[in-house]
């Protein structure tokens, strides 16, 4: 019985996890989509760039894995500076500039 109810309440701290990480996700995706409409905006305006070449440029870097798939699939390093996660072709991390390995 006591090994039925430490399962059970082991379940339960696993699905709150989950449910916590899930929360971080949707944490970080709400401060990536501000940080992305926020460049948008200063490149769209200081630069003229309009949604056709933006469109064109996501086409683009969109297929550099050889998939139009919506996602920016490949390899990802972590950044031994600030631990965020990188894009392997990327030489210098997007968010703290320090050297990623190649
Ligand atoms: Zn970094």
Request: some cysteine; aromatic content about 4%; charged content about 30%.
């Amino acid at each position: 019985m006591s090994q039925i109810f430490s399962a059970r309440h082991g379940l339960e701290r696993t699905q709150e996890a989950v449910v916590e990480v899930r929360k971080d996700l949707y944490r970080e995706i709400d401060r990536l989509l501000l940080i992305n409409e926020a460049l948008w905006s200063i490149v769209s305006e200081r630069l003229g760039v309009g949604e056709t070449e933006l469109s064109a440029r996501i086409h683009a870097i969109d297929l550099r894995d050889g998939r139009l798939d919506g996602r920016v699939d490949g390899a990802r390093v972590v950044c031994a500076s600030c631990g965020k996660m990188n894009l392997r072709f990327h030489q210098q991390c997007i968010f703290c500039a320090a050297d990623l390995p190649t």
